[in-house]
T-cell receptor, first 114, second 116 residues
Framework: AQKVTQAQTEISVVEKEDVTLDCVYETRDTTYYLFWYKQPPSGELVFLIRRNSFDEQNEISGRYSWNFQKSTSSFNFTITASQVVDSAVYFCALSEASDYKLSFGAGTTVTVRA | GAGVSQSPSNKVTEKGKDVELRCDPISGHTALYWYRQSLGQGLEFLIYFQGNSAPDKSGLPSDRFSAERTGGSVSTLTIQRTQQEDSAVYLC??????????????FGPGTRLLVL
């Protein structure tokens, strides 16, 4: 069963628009971590954020913000005032207490047009 | 500091040949992971190392795949008798894992393998 679902395959926006990426996860563990990674055209996965299951506080880092809601098993990611450099594939991932590995969603391709 | 490095960046091989992919983790990181990224399957876990031992090999797709880690540092992923379905990007990650699980995994640039 898919543990992490990113329903949006591709999103295209014009520069300065906001874009929100959805992530829904599934786990029976009460302790787990959620992650977002960015994969630019160069191919390297770049870590953006880690959030544990006991901390539902939203987080903001510059133009990036994350909304974690355990009630809906969602960990959504918003880019505010998008820029061309934000164009990349974004992956949501889950790490469970019973496992060492990351389970990734399928990824969302974001294209920001000038 | 230096990040995770992988070599080669690209590898083209003929079906049936063996290939070796190398990963140098971040200095001091005790945990090392291999993943595979392909168009049809997305990002898949292959194997996890803690030090030189591999407590989780559950993701290796067949017995043609093996990996080792020496000196708690460099790791080599070997694919024997390569098949066209092995074509993918092979990603290595490392984490400090000092407190157990769920430490952030930092990824290398990957090795793009093409089997002709």
């Amino acid at each position: 069963a898919q543990k992490v679902t990113q329903a949006q395959t591709e999103i295209s926006v014009v520069e300065k628009e906001d874009v929100t990426l959805d992530c829904v996860y599934e786990t029976r563990d009460t302790t787990y971590y959620l992650f977002w990674y960015k994969q630019p055209p160069s191919g390297e996965l770049v870590f953006l954020i880690r959030r544990n299951s006991f901390d539902e506080q939203n987080e903001i880092s510059g133009r990036y913000s994350w909304n974690f809601q355990k009630s809906t098993s969602s960990f959504n990611f918003t880019i505010t005032a998008s820029q061309v450099v934000d164009s990349a594939v974004y992956f949501c991932a889950l790490s469970e207490a019973s496992d060492y590995k990351l389970s990734f969603g399928a990824g969302t391709t974001v294209t920001v047009r000038a | 500091g230096a990040g995770v490095s992988q070599s080669p960046s690209n590898k083209v091989t003929e079906k049936g040949k063996d290939v070796e992919l190398r990963c140098d983790p971040i200095s001091g990181h005790t945990a090392l992971y291999w993943y595979r990224q392909s168009l049809g399957q997305g990002l898949e876990f292959l194997i996890y190392f803690q030090g030189n031992s591999a407590p989780d090999k559950s993701g290796l797709p067949s017995d043609r795949f093996s990996a080792e880690r020496t000196g708690g540092s460099v790791s080599t992923l070997t694919i024997q008798r390569t098949q066209q379905e092995d074509s993918a990007v092979y990603l290595c990650a490392s984490s400090s894992d000092e407190s157990g699980r769920w430490e952030t995994q930092y990824f290398g640039p990957g090795t793009r393998l093409l089997v002709l």
